[in-house]
């Protein structure tokens, strides 16, 4: 059962752009909500992440729009520029100590 | 933020051969997680492992495959044993962190091959 769905797996935006990235949770116990960046050879880094108390976060560029009711949330990155050219995991958690489930996954490649 | 190093970052292993894997943390930790990334997919928890306790391991993953041990609250080892082409990932090691201990870190990875 996939408790985390992601789309679309893959991703083409021009330099200036704006980048979306969609995910959808089946679990109401999840209270966190993070999205990950990984750079290929690296681990996932932790980008930005929202709490289901408020619609929405943003920083700088990246911002999370969330929606409690559909269980759904997204990433919004403006101004795409080629260094953002990355995987792009959304996650969901519950508790304190944070076991992370994984959205598949959004490769993104932004061109000049 | 944590700091987290993994041993070795890859390795090529012979089927049928086991290969064990470090993580060392600058910060002592009460759980560790270990993950599993396969070519092109997500991140698939393989177990939570408790400084003093048996790992507690996800559905599909068992201990005689991928036993671990945490002999400390800054360490952690993930064993992949009889190893076949399908073990074949990124291996990644992570804790929590961060001001309210809800940030996960990862480590950068050990990415092995079995031929």
């Known amino acids: 059962q996939q408790q985390v769905k992601q789309s679309p797996q893959s991703l083409i935006v021009q330099k200036g752009g704006i980048s979306i990235i969609n995910c959808a949770y089946e679990n109401t116990a999840f209270d966190y909500f993070p999205w990950y960046q990984q750079f290929p050879g690296k681990g996932p880094a932790l980008l930005i992440a929202?709490?289901?108390?408020?619609s929405e976060k943003k920083e700088g560029r990246f911002t999370i729009s969330f929606n409690k009711s559909a269980k759904q949330f997204s990433l919004h990155i403006m101004d795409s520029q080629p260094g953002d050219s990355a995987t792009y995991f959304c996650a969901a958690a519950s508790g304190g100590y944070q076991k992370v489930t994984f959205g598949i996954g959004t490769k993104l490649q932004v061109i000049p | 933020s944590a700091v987290i190093s993994q041993k070795p970052s890859r390795d090529i292993c012979q089927r049928g051969t086991s290969l064990t894997i470090q993580c060392q943390v600058d910060?002592?930790?009460?759980?560790m997680f270990w993950y599993r990334q396969q070519p092109g997919q997500s991140l698939t928890l393989i177990a939570t492992?408790?400084?003093?306790?048996?790992?507690?391991?996800e559905s599909g993953f068992v201990i005689d495959k991928f036993p671990i041990s945490r002999p400390n609250l800054t360490f952690s080892t993930l064993t992949v044993s009889n190893m076949s082409p399908e073990d074949s990932s990124i291996y990644l090691c992570?804790?929590?962190?961060?001001?309210?201990?809800?940030?996960?870190?990862f480590g950068q990875g050990t990415r092995l091959t079995v031929v």
């Open positions: 929202i709490r289901p108390d408020v």
């Open positions: 492992a408790n400084q003093g306790s048996e790992a507690t391991y």
């Open positions: 910060s002592q930790v009460t759980m």
């Open positions: 992570s804790v929590a962190g961060g001001p309210f201990n809800t940030e996960a870190f």
